[in-house]
C-alpha cells in the first residue's frame, strides 16, 4: 500500500511537470517564432485557386470536425450511464490534442518530403512552417496548402478517438492521452506518409484508398483490437446503454459528417466529389437496411442500435472506394461489410476479449472488407485515375495490391499499437483500479457525473 501510495505521488509529480514543460514550451516558441522557425518561411507569392474548390472544401473540413463529437455521442449512448461523460470527454480530448500535435509536428511526419517512402521529414513544416495560403498541395493544387493541411488534421482526429470504444470503461484518462500522442506519431502517420504521400509506399504500389480505409479505419481496428487484449476485461462486461437516443444522433453527425469525410477527399468541388456523395449515401442506406434485415432473419428485433451500427459500418466501408466505385457497386458493398460485421460481432470470442463497443468488428473488419472491395469494383468509367481495374472487370492487380497493403497495415497497427500499449502501461498504468472502474470513470477521473 505504501509502495502504490508512492508511486501514484511520484507519477504525479512528474505528470505536472511534464505539462508544465510543454505548456511553457509553446509559449516560448509560438512567442519567438518569427525567429526560431524563420528557416523556412511561407512563399510570398499568390496563387490564383479555385473559389469554388476552397469554398468547398472550407465546409467539408467543418463536416469532418463534426464527425468527432458525433463519435462522441455514438460511443457515449452505448457505454453504462456512470461512463458517459469519460468516453465522450475522450473524443472531444482528440480535438484539442490532435490539433495542435498535428500543427507541431504531425503534419509534417505525414505529408513532408519523403523518407524512404515511410515517413515524411517534419522539419521543414514544424509549426505549419511553409504551409501557408499562397501555395498548394501537388495533389490539391486548386485549394491554399493551408486548408489542406487542416482538412487533413480532421482524419488524424478522428482515427485515435475511434480507438476509445474498445477500451471504454476501464482506461486512465492520462494513459490514453499518451498513447494518443504516439499512436499518431508512430502508427498514424507512417500510415498516412505511405497511402497519400505521391512519394508513399503505398501510394507508388498503385494502392487506392479515397478517404481511409487503411489510415483510418484500419489502424483504429487493430489498435482497438491491441488495446483490448492488452488491457483485458472489464469486471462487468455487461451494462445497460446510458442512452440509445445519443446513439441515434451521433449516427446522424457521423453519416453527416461523413460527407466531408468521402466527398471531400476529391480535394475540390467537382464531379468525383458528388460521385463520393452519392456512393457514401447509398452504402451507408444498404448496410443499415442490411443489419436489421439480418438481426430479423437471425430471429432477434429491429433494434435502434443495429441500424445506427449498421448505417457507420457501411460508412466505413465505402470510404476506401467512395470515388473509385459506381452506385450499384456501393450498394454491394454496404450490404456485404454489413453482413460480414454483423457476423463477426456475433461470433467475436467475447468472453476472451473485451472489445466494448465492437471496434475491431465494425471498423475494422468493416475497413478491410471496403478495401478489398475497392480492388474488386474500382472503374476507370467512375475515376480516370484508375490504372488498373478491379476484379471484377477482369483485372488481377489492383487486388493483389489491395490485398499486400491489407497485410502490412494490419500486421503493422495490430503490432506497434500493442507494443505502444506495453509502453505507455511502463510509464502511467493504462488501466483504473477496480474500486474506480467499480465508482465509474465519470467520478474517478474527472469528477463529474449525469
Not at 523518407?115 to 517534419?122: F, K, V
Not at 505521391?198 to 483510418?216: H, N, R, S, Y
Not at 489492383?398 to 502490412?408: G, K, N, R, V
Amino acid at each position: 500500500m505504501i509502495l502504490y501510495f508512492c508511486r501514484n505521488l511520484i507519477l504525479n509529480n512528474m505528470r505536472k511537470i511534464v505539462l508544465s514543460i510543454l505548456l511553457l514550451s509553446l509559449l516560448v516558441v509560438t512567442l519567438f517564432s518569427t525567429s526560431i522557425l524563420s528557416a523556412h518561411p511561407i512563399p510570398a507569392e499568390a496563387v490564383a485557386f479555385d473559389t469554388g474548390d476552397t469554398a468547398w472544401m472550407i465546409v467539408a473540413t467543418a463536416l469532418v470536425l463534426i464527425m468527432t463529437p458525433g463519435l462522441g455521442f455514438f460511443y457515449g449512448g452505448m457505454v453504462g450511464k456512470k461512463n458517459v461523460i469519460s468516453t465522450m470527454l475522450q473524443s472531444f480530448m482528440a480535438m484539442i490534442v490532435v490539433t495542435v500535435l498535428w500543427v507541431v509536428i504531425g503534419f509534417g511526419l505525414s505529408f513532408g518530403p519523403s523518407i524512404g517512402g515511410i515517413i515524411g521529414n517534419p522539419l521543414p513544416n514544424l509549426f505549419f512552417q511553409g504551409v501557408g495560403t499562397n501555395t498548394a498541395w501537388s495533389l490539391a493544387p486548386t485549394v491554399p496548402f493551408l486548408l489542406f493541411a487542416l482538412f487533413q488534421a480532421k482524419f488524424a482526429i478522428i482515427t485515435p478517438a475511434l480507438i476509445t470504444g474498445a477500451f471504454a470503461e476501464r482506461i486512465r484518462f492520462w494513459a490514453y492521452l499518451l498513447f494518443m500522442v504516439l499512436f499518431i506519431i508512430l502508427v498514424y502517420a507512417p500510415l498516412c506518409h505511405m497511402t497519400w504521400h505521391p512519394e508513399g509506399l503505398f501510394f507508388k504500389m498503385g494502392v487506392l484508398d479515397f478517404a481511409g480505409g487503411t489510415v483510418v479505419h484500419m489502424s483504429a481496428g487493430w489498435a482497438a483490437l491491441a488495446g483490448a487484449m492488452f488491457l483485458g476485461k472489464r469486471k462487468a462486461q455487461k451494462s445497460n446503454p446510458a442512452r440509445i437516443t445519443y446513439v441515434l444522433l451521433g449516427t446522424g453527425l457521423l453519416w453527416f459528417g461523413w460527407f466531408g469525410f468521402n466527398a471531400g477527399s476529391a480535394l475540390g468541388a467537382n464531379g468525383l466529389a458528388v460521385q463520393a456523395l452519392g456512393t457514401t449515401t447509398v452504402a451507408a442506406a444498404a448496410a443499415g437496411m442490411a443489419w436489421v434485415f439480418l438481426d430479423k432473419i437471425l430471429g432477434h428485433k429491429l433494434s435502434a442500435m443495429g441500424a445506427c451500427i449498421g448505417t457507420v459500418v457501411g460508412l466505413v466501408a465505402i470510404t476506401p472506394a467512395a470515388g473509385f466505385v459506381s452506385m450499384p457497386h456501393a450498394i454491394f458493398i454496404g450490404i456485404f461489410s454489413s453482413i460480414v460485421s454483423n457476423l463477426v460481432v456475433s461470433t467475436f470470442p467475447k468472453g476472451k476479449i473485451d472489445d466494448a463497443l465492437d471496434v475491431f468488428a465494425c471498423h475494422g473488419v468493416g475497413g478491410m472488407t471496403g478495401m478489398l472491395l475497392t480492388g474488386v469494383f474500382a472503374s476507370k468509367a467512375v475515376n480516370s485515375a484508375v490504372t488498373d481495374q478491379g476484379l471484377i472487370f477482369g483485372e488481377t492487380t489492383l487486388f493483389i495490391h489491395q490485398l499486400t497493403a491489407l497485410i502490412i497495415v494490419s500486421v503493422f497497427a495490430f503490432s506497434a499499437s500493442y507494443f505502444l500499449f506495453f509502453i505507455v502501461n511502463k510509464i502511467t498504468p493504462l488501466r483504473v483500479s477496480e474500486d474506480k472502474e467499480e465508482l465509474g470513470l465519470d467520478l474517478s477521473q474527472h469528477g463529474e457525473f449525469l
